[in-house]
């Protein structure tokens, strides 16, 4: 079975920093350009940033920008975002997402808060 497991979320005051992380399971991770999004109470779904599966090409959202990086490790089958200087505006359920042109996975997400 295809699993995204996000984890690392959590209360943080302004300022502070998190990171986040996707465990990966059941399919090539390797192969999948990977993805952050965000749904704050209330809103709808924010893409954060993306990575392809080279793990070298990434962007991002002008509004985290300069403060978060997403990396992967391939070779562990995670993805990773590191979260600085966070804002009361992050908090949010972040998502983990795996596209190919074929396929589409969402993990559960992970809360995190800046208050």
């Known amino acids: 079975d295809v699993q995204l497991q996000a984890s690392g979320g959590g209360l943080v005051q302004p300022g502070g920093s998190l990171r986040l992380s996707c465990a990966a399971s059941?399919?090539?991770?390797?192969?999948?350009?990977m993805f952050w999004l965000r749904q704050a109470p209330g809103k709808g779904p924010e893409w954060v940033a993306d990575?392809?599966?080279?793990?070298?090409?990434?962007a991002y959202a002008d509004s985290v920008k300069g403060r978060f990086t997403i990396s992967r490790d391939n070779a562990k089958d995670t993805l990773f975002l590191q979260m600085n200087d966070l804002k009361t505006e992050d908090t949010a359920v972040y998502y983990c997402?795996?596209?190919?042109?074929?396929?589409?996975?969402w993990g559960q997400g992970t809360l995190t808060v800046s208050s």
């Open positions: 997402n795996a596209r190919n042109r074929l396929s589409d996975y």
């Open positions: 990575i392809f599966s080279d793990g070298v090409t990434a």
């Open positions: 059941g399919f090539t991770f390797g192969t999948y350009d």
